[in-house]
């Protein structure tokens, strides 16, 4: 591990003006807030991540839950994902974020990870994690073996010719299908990032994973006001019954009047390259009676523009019965 | 003096410890280099096998993936502040008459984990168990009677 300056700023403010120095808030960047590790430590330790300085966020008063006027929920940055997972009102009135970040990791791993470092957590693509090899992500411009090579994890959704790299988070599919919003803080100010603009598509620029620049804190993750009478799943398939990345997931919060969907919300996890929110299976599900053909349509739309690499096939089909599965388990409750 | 190193002052099995460290020390490495508790144990070094398993605040996490500088003023316990021969901690004993273990190597990190469980929501059944175990990986195979050792702690208490 190369090392670094370890700075603990007295508030969000010193936080982002440290950081502000840096080149980049993306891939290679100099200055890396830190709070939980986990992604970050096990990169470092990998030399995938160098910065030259670290800034201790943990100790910020940014790990409360709160109410938000509107009804909503507002999660600080650093809340830990076990505290967020059994908060009784996110129990209560976002199941399906509890589910999911229950789903992700181990007991110990979400006792440390935040709701932020989960927001920004790094693709499990090996070749991304390993600096012998060439990538995209990691050195723009070196290509990408995984197209070619090892592929069975990666997406199908959202790829380019230059990176098909999955992103890993559970919490980040729910937190879709609920449209939360991020909250930044940075040198220009505070703004709020709608969370489906918050992650970017690898495009041309895979080493680019968010919307932030240098000195941007995330503070916050809001919720909107819990929506009444819905019903709210994650599923999960993986290669082992727990502690293992998605092979496919779905979340769905959805709304049934009298056999009917009224309304539904659903994402897509482990086949995309950023958290996959699916407007096609919704729009495929509104007004349509909630059984298993209706569903497997909606998995089909959800999957249209899937593209297959050469070892994940199999993930287009198994993310259909997933969603398909997901809907018919929320029906029948 | 190590170049480049930092103070830091961690409270270990209730005894305060200022402690100079290079700022990459993991808490892991803290443990087992500087302060010589050796029961604590390196595997992965990844996150991903549990071995290093300690507590933070009475929370178990994994110490490899963990700065020992991010534990400035916080309680640490590891293997070597659950019990000792004389006095075992239950799920120490546990442990031993439901024969928890094989080679051993992940067995302080089993046990931490199995401990701070006690306190955590976990449902009546095996399942339950096994599912909040899982960051624990066990290469002897072990996990019936690790399973049969938390359920006579948890049955017992």
Redesign the interface.
């Known amino acids: 591990m190369h090392t670094f300056e370890f700075i603990r700023p007295a508030d969000a403010a010193a936080a982002v003006t440290a950081a502000a120095q840096a080149s980049t808030a993306q891939q290679g960047a100099d200055v890396r807030f830190v709070a939980g590790g986990t992604t970050l430590l096990d990169l470092m330790k990998l030399n995938v991540e160098t910065p030259a300085r670290l800034i201790d966020i943990s100790r910020l008063p940014l790990a409360t839950v709160e109410a938000t006027p509107d009804g909503g929920l507002k999660i600080g940055a650093t809340v830990r994902n076990s505290d967020l997972a059994s908060h009784p009102t996110v129990r209560r009135d976002y199941a399906v974020l509890s589910q999911a970040i229950l789903a992700g990791a181990s007991a110990q791993l979400r006792n440390m990870a935040t709701t932020a470092g989960n927001l920004l957590q790094r693709t499990r693509c090996m070749y991304f994690r390993d600096t012998a090899m060439p990538c995209n992500k990691r050195e723009p411009g070196t290509g990408c073996p995984a197209i070619t090579g090892s592929n069975r994890t990666l997406a199908v959704l959202g790829t380019s010719e230059n990176c098909i790299a999955t992103n890993p988070s559970d919490m980040n599919v729910a937190m879709a299908a609920l449209e939360a919003t991020v909250h930044v803080q940075g040198p220009k100010g505070s703004r709020a990032v709608p969370i489906g603009d918050f992650h970017l598509l690898p495009g041309r620029t895979p080493q680019r994973e968010t919307v932030l620049e240098p000195g941007d804190l995330v503070t916050h993750v809001t919720l909107p006001p819990p929506i009444t009478g819905s019903q709210q799943v994650y599923l999960k398939l993986r290669d082992r019954a727990s502690y293992e990345f998605a092979l496919a997931s779905a979340a769905v919060v959805i709304t049934l009047a009298g056999g009917t969907v009224t309304r539904a919300r659903v994402a897509l996890g482990g086949v995309g390259t950023k958290p996959w929110r699916s407007p096609e299976a919704e729009t495929a599900l509104v007004g349509q009676m909630a059984n298993a053909t209706n569903f497997r349509k909606a998995a089909e739309a959800a999957m249209r523009g899937a593209r297959p690499q050469t070892e994940n096939a199999f993930k287009i089909e198994l993310a259909k019965r997933c969603l398909t599965h997901a809907l018919h388990t929320v029906a029948m409750s | 003096m190590i170049e480049?190193a930092?103070p830091v002052t961690l409270r270990i099995n209730g005894k305060e410890q200022r402690l100079l460290v290079?700022?990459?020390t993991?808490l892991l490495d803290c443990v087992r280099e500087t302060l010589a508790l050796t029961g604590t144990k390196k595997g992965c070094?990844?996150?991903q096998c549990?071995a290093c398993?300690v507590h933070v605040n009475g929370?178990?996490?994994?110490s490899?993936?963990?700065?020992a500088?991010?534990h400035d003023g916080e309680e640490i316990t590891t293997i070597e502040g659950l019990g000792t021969p004389d006095a075992l901690h239950p799920m120490q004993a546990a442990f031993i008459a439901r024969d928890g273990y094989q080679c051993g190597y992940c067995t302080s990190g089993q046990i931490m984990?199995a401990v701070?469980?006690l306190k955590?929501?976990c449902g009546p059944d095996d399942a339950d168990v096994?599912?909040?175990?899982?960051?624990?990986i066990c290469r002897c195979g072990a996990y019936p009677n690790i399973v049969a050792a938390i359920q006579q702690v948890r049955r017992n208490a």
Not at chain 2, 59 to 62: D, G, H, K, Q
Not at chain 2, 130 to 136: T, V
């Open positions: 480049g930092v290079d700022p990459r993991t070094d990844h996150g549990g398993t929370r178990r996490v994994n490899c993936l963990s700065l500088l991010m984990s701070a469980l955590e929501p096994k599912e909040l175990m899982s960051g624990n």
